[in-house]
């Protein structure tokens, strides 16, 4: 879904042939991935979605990457899919169906991921652009972004977004942002649960900087299973079911080394040294 929509058919924009559509950096254990199609805030080609799940598919195989942060470049975060390349393909339903089936894969990469992933959100977040933010395992946002699914507004329904939306806020707030199409602030996006916190502007990259730093200083073996298992159990309607599987997680995790290593390294009130198994 998308508010915004910028581009042909997998093609780049070609005032900025040089820019990839997504910029990688990678410090102290972090991974900063940047949406980087400024111009048309950021709105998700079909292209820009192939190389984001290469990305994730390669972050997902980097010993060296315990977190991840998801930024956008310029004045939004993502505006959504593009819906200008949508009629250029005069709204071609083979190319719907790949479109949304490789956006779908991209959301699932997300979770599946064995790093957590932080949404830095700014400016807007709108149709699959909320999407990827209820996606990510957290968000921090500036004080001034704005959110909306607003499919609703253009006869096109956020579907897709809705799936992602829907486990992250309450059903009636899903629904006032699916029926609507309303921009909430980030203040109610913070109260619906969307987001995790929100800062000033001036102190978003420091705040989200922040916590990855914090999460990157855990055990990556650790982190893995714990995303892992929130993940799976959360998705097991019994109860009885969810505590039998997190049961046999602390069983098994209580194996690996860095479990070990971890509870020793309290007991002898000393840092722990990870060995990451």
Not at 83 to 112: H, N
Not at 115 to 139: E, N, S
Request: hydrophobic content about 45%; overall charge negative; some cysteine.
């Amino acid at each position: 879904m998308a508010a915004n929509a910028q581009e042909a058919p997998n093609i780049q924009e070609p005032q900025e042939p040089q820019e990839p559509l997504v910029s990688k950096t990678q410090e102290n254990g972090v991974v900063y991935l940047t949406l980087n199609r400024p111009r048309a805030r950021n709105a998700l080609s079909q292209r820009m979605i192939e190389v984001l799940l290469a990305e994730f598919d390669a972050i997902a195989a980097d010993p060296g990457a315990f977190v991840v942060v998801l930024a956008g470049a310029g004045p939004a975060f993502c505006s959504g899919h593009d819906l200008k390349e949508m009629r250029a393909t005069g709204f071609d339903p083979a190319y719907a169906e790949k479109l949304f089936a490789t956006c779908g894969k991209l959301m699932q990469r997300i979770v599946s991921l064995p790093q957590p992933v932080i949404a830095r959100v700014h400016g807007i977040a709108t149709a699959a652009g909320t999407q990827l933010v209820a996606t990510c395992d957290l968000a921090i946002a500036a004080d001034t972004t704005r959110f909306a699914t607003p499919g609703v507004n253009i006869g096109f329904f956020c579907s897709t977004p809705m799936v992602a939306l829907s486990r992250n806020v309450s059903h009636k707030h899903a629904m006032q942002m699916l029926l609507t199409g309303d921009f909430i602030d980030a203040p109610t996006a913070l109260r619906f649960g969307l987001v995790n916190d929100i800062v000033p502007e001036q102190e978003l990259d420091a705040a989200v900087n922040a916590l990855a730093a914090k999460i990157a200083s855990k055990s990556r073996h650790t982190l893995a299973v714990g995303k892992e298992a929130f993940y799976r159990q959360a998705a097991e309607p019994q109860l009885a079911a969810a505590y039998t599987y997190a049961q046999g997680v602390m069983v098994n995790n209580l194996q690996s080394l860095d479990a070990r290593e971890g509870i020793s390294a309290f007991i002898d009130k000393r840092p722990p040294v990870w060995c990451n198994s």
